[in-house]
């Protein structure tokens, strides 16, 4: 019995700096469920970015969001991302065109949370957008089949594909970012 409360404790703290830095984080993050294409989560940024209430965006259909002429793109998107477990890229006006100017990139990748896979959509204005396009030496690197792991000059860990946390069965980049390799 103190074993399962203490796991729940546990479960509790972790919870709670998930959400801490899930709400605070600079990125617009919507959290999708792989199976569904329902909406999990997302962020105040994600919400305000997509001209929505944050409370209207959960267990709604990711490509919902998006303009009728260009949901087959983000459902692609998300289904390529499925197939392949490669990130993938994807530029579209922003939704609600009418009261927004502009374009957003819709930046998917894959990962597993125990026995559930989502996919983390980060959302970014074209214009802000900088650090989110890739050039073509990241896109190969990250699209690699190879596992690719990048160190500081102390071997800790910077960043790494998927390919590297698929073959050390890392479920989450977080879990090994800033360890030592």
Not at 9 to 22: D, I, P, S, T
């Amino acid at each position: 019995r103190q074993s399962v409360e203490k796991n729940a404790r546990g479960q509790k703290q972790a919870e709670a700096h998930y959400r801490l830095l899930f709400e605070t984080s600079s990125d617009a993050i919507v959290m999708v469920d792989a199976a569904t294409g329902r909406i999990r989560d997302a962020n105040q940024r994600a919400a305000a970015l997509l001209g929505i209430s944050g409370s209207d965006v959960n267990s709604r259909k990711f490509t919902s969001l998006f303009d009728k002429s260009r949901q087959a793109d983000v459902k692609s998107l998300l289904t390529g991302v499925l197939a392949t477990g490669n990130p993938a890229v994807l530029r579209i006006d922003r939704p609600n065109d009418g009261l927004n100017d502009g374009a957003i990139e819709l930046a998917a990748e894959l990962f597993r949370a125990g026995d559930l896979k989502l996919m983390m959509v980060r959302l970014a204005m074209v214009e802000d957008a900088g650090h989110a396009t890739d050039n073509g030496i990241e896109a190969l690197v990250r699209e690699a089949a190879e596992a690719i792991v990048l160190t500081d000059v102390d071997g800790r860990v910077v960043w790494m594909n998927e390919s590297f946390l698929v073959l050390a069965a890392i479920p989450l980049a977080a879990r090994a970012t800033g360890r030592p390799f």
